[in-house]
């Protein structure tokens, strides 16, 4: 007979959200879920992933139509429930293919395009990015599912503009700037002003011209490291430019435009840095 297969954090995420909106969850429910997700940074950030996504679908199309019809028929919030169900599993199995069911704006792979916001802001999204864009009268937020975003800034005193990546945030203060999400891991550069990065409840960071750094779910910021700008947003003008960069790198970042894998098994080769424009 064969072994079962354990459930992964994700699946776990998702089957406590379903627990608790079942409409019969209570107060052990509840307990349970805020006990698994503080057993690591690991859990916490499955756990915050599977709620943007659940939230995230009560705000499309196809949830708009269940809620104007749900009068209607008794049966339809069920349906609704198991629709978004569906989706909900689809977007954690498949992210690359259903992102437009919950991003205001995508990109496919190998796609760069600028975005134009509402408030003179303008966005430069990289191939197989996604993010929506959630203004008012006090805030200007972005969410950045995945991907990549550079972000020119315009100035607004009165509204923050505030850029939510995995696990922290970035406040512009009049700038531009460069948030990278791989996986759990986002990356912020600056070209131009200060921002301030937070993340893993630690005090906010600020950057300046030429510095990035690298947080990940549940720990504070990394060390910030200086860097040319220009380099670093040369993605926007259509190259790619490593400066004495290992090989797992390179490849790991070639590999965001292409539609297929790259595999590089040999670790000595993996560390060999190389520098290149492409």
């Known amino acids: 007979m064969s072994e079962v297969e354990p459930l992964s954090l994700d699946d776990q995420a998702v089957d406590h959200l379903l627990r608790l909106h079942s409409g019969t969850a209570g107060a052990r429910e509840r307990a349970e879920f805020q006990r698994w997700r503080r057993q690591s940074a690991a859990h916490e950030h499955a756990a915050r992933e599977a709620e943007v996504l659940w939230q995230a679908l009560g705000h499309t199309q196809a949830a708009a139509r269940h809620r104007r019809t749900a009068q209607r028929s008794w049966r339809l919030p069920a349906m609704a429930a198991v629709l978004c169900l569906a989706l909900l599993l689809g977007l954690l199995a498949a992210p690359r293919t259903l992102v437009g ?105 600020r950057l ?15 060390a910030v490291q200086a860097l040319d700008p220009s380099s670093a ?21 070639l590999e965001r435009y292409l539609p297929e894998r790259i595999l590089l098994r040999d670790e000595t080769l993996r560390r060999r840095k190389i520098s290149g424009v492409f």
């Open 233 to 253: 947003s040369a993605w926007q003008r259509g190259k790619l430019i490593f400066n004495q960069r290992p090989l797992g790198e390179v490849l790991a970042e």
């Open 101 to 205: 069911l919950y991003a205001d704006h995508s990109t496919a792979v190998g796609e760069r395009r600028l975005v134009q916001l509402d408030d003179g802001s303008r966005v430069w999204l990289n191939s197989g990015s996604a993010l929506s864009v959630d203004f008012s009268t006090t805030r200007r937020d972005v969410r950045l599912y995945r991907g990549e975003a550079l972000f020119e800034v315009a100035k607004d005193r009165q509204r923050p503009f505030v850029v939510s990546a995995g696990d922290g945030q970035v406040q512009a203060l009049g700038t531009r700037f460069d948030v990278d999400l791989h996986g759990a891991q986002a990356q912020v550069t600056v070209s131009e002003g200060v921002v301030q990065v937070a993340s893993g409840g630690a005090a906010p960071l």
């Open 208 to 222: 300046g011209v030429g510095q990035r750094v690298s947080y990940r779910p549940g720990v504070a910021p990394g």
